[in-house]
């Protein structure tokens, strides 16, 4: 019999939908910047069709790093996003 797949499940900080962790983004936040997730700290989940929602992204992001500048968690977000791919 094959052996059942079991998907870790994450969510969304921005949507809050469900996804399977490996197709989010994992990224920390670490004095009030953002991080690419490298083995602590508390991390959080984002998907791809958030990444293209700033509006939406640059709220739940100053929300999840208690911070209010917009302009540095968004620049952040981009650097990670490009080394990424
Ligand atoms: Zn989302």
């Known amino acids: 019999m094959a052996k059942k797949f079991n998907p870790i499940i994450r969510m969304c900080i921005s949507c ?3 996804h399977r962790q490996n197709e989010l983004l ?3 936040c670490n004095e009030s910047s953002l991080e690419i997730f490298d083995g602590n ?3 959080f ?3 791809d069709s958030c ?3 700033e509006k939406k992204l640059s709220r739940a992001l100053m929300r999840q790093c208690k911070s209010g500048d917009k302009e ?3 620049n952040k977000l981009k650097e990670i996003i490009t080394d990424d791919r």
């Open 41 to 43: 700290g508390r991390t």
């Open 51 to 53: 990444l293209l929602d």
């Open 26 to 28: 994992r990224i920390k």
């Open 45 to 47: 989940y984002l998907c």
């Open 72 to 74: 540095k968690l968004m």
């Open 16 to 18: 809050r939908a469900r």
